[in-house]
């Protein structure tokens, strides 16, 4: 079996998976997030591995799997997170920064006040959002005093979760990071495939910092010193969340595509084996590397998806569990003329509005909060209509069928939202762990368990396909309206 670890926003969730990709059994332990002031969101690196520990330990007892059985790990990862560390102790300097931070968001103003924007766009195929690593490395290294000396030095390491990941489970002998978490920093060359002095000079980053660059599929190290995994298990398989999840799709062809509704929700379509460059406000990123095969991708993100459905209950304590969401917004018929544009973060993709922030409008007397409830739902498919509007004009063609993965995918309402908006077929796999399994499948080859991609590919099932309800025209005013309110966020 493959041991899939999957390190998320707010929680690290550990699979074992056979070699029919039958999920064996899941664990996820969630960890607490720490907002030091509006805009910043941090994770405390130790609480990352306490979380990451705890839930393998607890899958093997709850599974009775002796580690023995596992062939190879493979990790997936919150992509933009990035974290200091000494390479001596190993010791956490601060806490990550998490992708949803939005303080190096005056130093992305600066560099594009600089005219470098085309520079990265051409070599990195981003744009210049607190969303990526590299600015908040720059934010960090300008802030503290003496690690820049240090990390010239080589005393110091940044990296990425998965590097971090990989770091502790190899007992501090391999500092690595693979393509496709390396390409949401801005530091690398998508063409080259390697760290870029011109891009590091800009960003003020040592390249001594950086961790070496490796395909999504090989084997990195092994297991060292470690209370709750034997020695000698090899870490095999490594790719950023969104890319995993595309991968554990089968979206193995040009053209096939998938979308992830997590915290926040991402579109990604396999472009083949070069990148197109995007028109449209959408990012040009590597999908995986296997051996010498490179494949790109374009990617939308929308960075508040099921995070909008935790503010529901956390913020406002509409609802008790994430889950009642789908009855509440089910027992009203539409939302009652409420809009939300659930910009609690920013704007991603294809507007890219750092500033931009949250917006409710249509409330009457009237409002109940099933309304909202339904609002919620409509506006995280809103936003994802967007996106998939944006890569049909960039690709010059409409999409397919669209696969759909992640926790919130679960939600038929959504999905029945969803497929009416894009006017397409929604495809949900039966494992919705599209995330871990796509990791899993990476170490799974690079061990060989499975000997090709064709063989992993004849594994994938679906287990639901939600086809477009086109009776009147609810969802043109819908969209009529989004449009509107969207600009006003």
């Not at 339904?374 to 995280?380: F, M, P, V, Y």
Request: glycine share 10%.
């Amino acid at each position: 079996m493959i041991l899939a670890i999957d390190q998320g926003t707010t929680g690290s969730t550990a699979l074992l998976v056979d070699r029919n990709l039958m999920v064996v059994g899941k664990v996820t332990v969630d960890f607490p997030q720490h907002f030091p002031q509006p805009g910043w969101v941090e994770h405390d690196p130790e609480e990352i591995w306490f979380s990451v520990r705890q839930a393998v330990t607890r899958l093997l007892q709850q599974t009775a799997t002796a580690p023995s059985a596992i062939a190879a790990i493979g990790i997936t990862n919150q992509r933009e997170t990035g974290l200091i560390w000494e390479r001596n102790s190993g010791r956490p300097l601060g806490n990550a920064i998490v992708w949803q931070d939005r303080r190096s968001a005056t130093i992305c103003q600066e560099l594009n006040d600089r005219g470098l924007e085309p520079l990265f766009r051409e070599k990195t195929g981003l744009v210049f959002d607190p969303y990526f690593a590299g600015t908040k490395l720059t934010w960090r290294l300008r802030q503290e005093g003496g690690l820049r000396t240090r990390a010239k030095s080589g005393e110091l390491a940044f990296g990425t979760i998965d590097s971090f990941l990989v770091w502790r489970l190899t007992g501090g002998r391999v500092h690595v990071t693979d393509v496709s978490n390396a390409s949401r920093t801005l530091l690398m060359d998508i063409n080259s495939l390697a760290w870029d002095a011109q891009l590091a000079d800009h960003l003020e980053v040592p390249l001594e910092l950086l961790p070496e660059i490796r395909s999504c599929s090989e084997t990195y190290g092994t297991t060292a010193g470690l209370d709750f995994l034997p020695d000698g298990i090899p870490v095999a398989g490594m790719a950023g969340d969104q890319q995993a999840a595309l991968f554990g799709q089968a979206c193995f062809g040009t053209g096939e595509g998938k979308c992830t509704y997590g915290t926040g929700a991402f579109i990604l379509v396999n472009t083949g084996e070069k990148p197109i460059p995007s028109q449209s406000g959408l990012l040009t990123t590597i999908a995986w590397q296997i051996g010498s095969e490179v494949r790109y991708a374009l990617e939308g993100s929308a960075f508040i998806a099921g995070a909008a459905v935790q503010w529901l209950r956390d913020g406002l304590g509409l609802i008790h569990q994430a889950g009642e969401i789908e009855a509440l917004a089910a027992s009203v018929p539409d939302s009652g003329g409420v809009i939300f544009v659930p910009a609690l973060t920013g704007l991603g993709a294809p507007h890219w509005l750092s500033d931009a922030r949250g917006l409710i409008s249509g409330i009457t007397r009237g409002t109940s909060k099933a309304h909202l409830a339904r609002a919620t739902l409509e506006g995280i498919a809103l936003q994802i209509y967007e996106l998939a509007t944006a890569m049909s004009r960039d690709l010059g063609r409409p999409l397919g069928d669209f696969k759909v993965d992640g926790g919130a995918a679960a939600n038929n309402l959504l999905m029945q939202i969803q497929a009416d908006l894009l006017q397409v077929p929604v495809i949900r796999p039966q494992t919705v762990e599209t995330t871990a399994l796509g990791a899993a499948m990476l170490a799974g080859l690079a061990v060989g368990v499975w000997s090709d991609q064709s063989e992993v590919r004849n594994s994938w099932r679906q287990e639901r396909k939600f086809l477009p309800n086109a009776a009147g025209n609810w969802h043109t005013e819908l969209l009529q309206r989004w449009q509107r309110e969207v600009t006003k966020a």
